[in-house]
T-cell receptor
Framework: AQSVTQPDIHITVSEGASLELRCNYS??????LFWYVQSPGQGLQLLLK??????LVQGIKGFEAEFKRSQSSFNLRKPSVHWSDAAEYFC????????????FGSGTQLTVLP | DVKVTQSSRYLVKRTGEKVFLECVQD?????MFWYRQDPGLGLRLIYF???????EKGDIPEGYSVSREKKERFSLILESASTNQTSMYLC???????????FGSGTRLTVV
């Protein structure tokens, strides 16, 4: 069975600082990996995804993530955080080639200080 | 713009009531999902459906049922609402395996 761990429940950064949110997954083969963002009271929006090819993927809002098979990780990064990035971030894993269910991490809440 | 629409943003129901949460997608997706989201617990899968009239239990199906009579609509039913079902409910659909989910805006249900 697949699983996802987001080790950081809450992260605080200053506006303009760089950001890295951690995600570790467990899956027997090459997984499909996703990062979502959720603003308060809203549904989840897809930031980026990885399923094959280049291990560094670019997403919306200036985010990127790097797939590292040796570390079973898919960390999300942004060079310079904006106050509007304050939200909750979820990493998710899916079985390769399947459109069935994703498994989500428990989320990381990001606070941005002015 | 493609959409997943949940019929209510906020609902308040009484204990013991039968509650219907509706979800409609306009993307012709085969797969639809219901999750509940609680602080500190992340998203937990309640039920999903991979075709009309087909359903499978997720991780926490107890106290819930679902209905999928048409491809575009997936309903979550709380047979007899209880206070521990107070939560945010999120519906999602998925077509291509590489596309991930498209989520609705969520329904915040309070059972009093």
């Amino acid at each position: 069975a697949q699983s996802v761990t987001q080790p950081d429940i809450h992260i605080t950064v200053s506006e303009g600082a760089s950001l890295e949110l951690r995600c570790n997954y467990s899956y027997g083969a090459t997984p499909y990996l996703f990062w979502y963002v959720q603003s308060p009271g809203q549904g989840l929006q897809l930031l980026l995804k990885y399923f094959s090819g280049d291990t560094l993927v670019q997403g919306i809002k200036g985010f990127e993530a790097e797939f590292k098979r040796s570390q079973s990780s898919f960390n999300l990064r942004k060079p310079s955080v904006h106050w509007s990035d304050a939200a909750e971030y979820f990493c998710a894993v899916g079985a390769s080639g399947s459109a069935r269910q994703l498994t989500f991490g428990s989320g990381t809440q990001l606070t941005v200080l002015p | 713009d493609v959409k997943v629409t949940q019929s209510s943003r906020y609902l308040v129901k009484r204990t013991g009531e039968k509650v219907f949460l509706e979800c409609v997608q306009d993307m012709d997706h085969e797969n639809m999902f219901w999750y509940r989201q609680d602080p500190g617990l992340g998203l937990r899968l309640i039920y999903f459906s991979y075709d009309v009239k087909m359903k499978e239990k997720g991780d926490i199906p107890e106290g819930y049922s679902v209905s999928r009579e048409k491809k575009e609509r997936f309903s979550l039913i709380l047979e007899s609402a209880s206070t521990n079902q107070t939560s945010m409910y999120l519906c999602a659909s998925r077509g291509d395996s590489r596309a991930g989910y498209t989520f609705g805006s969520g329904t915040r249900l309070t059972v009093v």
